[in-house]
């Protein structure tokens, strides 16, 4: 059955985290790949479940890393730009290009830099601020993430979910409720 327009997938709600574990590896080996889970805390068996590793790209620290090389080459172009050409100036008739000097403030501005590409680098990758989730639709899910309840996702847009055998799928795994989750 093709999926209806303006669903987001299928949200399981269990009671324990053994639970939303199990079912977590049963949607995974049945070939789910697009999925998440949701729990008042850290589970870690529940990331491994669903087939979550640590990213193979460091984004945030590649991001971090290209910012501090940008800044420190800014401050010392610009440092080299004032001192050379824009106002150059003979002081006890040292030479224009004084690289030594223009070490520190390079040294700065590539803390400065890699600082603030860390922090809006890591909103970006996050797609932060995020004041709506198709989630927040699902009264139980509003009432219950974060207290005590565990919750399991089925995307719609993960090649092998059919609403029908999604849903069997899930209540096959005995959970308190399932529900349609719309965008």
């Not at 639970?19 to 790949?33: F, H, P």
């Not at 479940?49 to 090389?69: N, Q, T, W």
């Not at 223009?102 to 501005?109: D, K, L, V």
């Not at 919750?151 to 349609?180: K, N, Q, Y």
Request: aromatic share 14%.
């Amino acid at each position: 059955m093709p999926v209806r327009e303006g669903i987001y997938g299928l949200l399981a709600e269990f009671d324990t985290p053994t639970q939303l574990v199990y079912a977590a590896q049963t949607a995974y080996e049945s070939g789910y790949r697009r999925m998440d889970c949701y729990t008042p805390y850290p589970v870690e068996e529940a990331a491994e479940a669903i087939g979550f590793d640590e990213p193979k790209e460091k984004g945030v620290s590649r991001v971090c890393l290209l910012g501090g090389i940008l800044g420190g080459l800014a401050m010392f172009t610009l440092e080299t730009w004032v001192s050379v050409w824009a106002y150059p100036l003979n002081i006890a008739g040292r030479g224009k290009f004084s690289w030594v000097a223009f070490i520190i403030p390079a040294y700065e501005w590539t803390i400065l830099w890699a600082g603030l590409s860390a922090g809006f680098g890591m909103l970006a990758l996050n797609r932060l601020p995020s004041p709506y989730h198709p989630l927040f639709n699902a009264p139980n899910f509003r009432n219950g993430a974060t207290s005590d309840k565990f919750f399991l996702c089925l995307e719609a847009d993960d090649p092998r979910f059919d609403i029908g055998e999604s849903r069997e799928l899930l209540e096959s795994l005995h959970p308190t409720s399932v529900v349609e989750v719309e965008h």
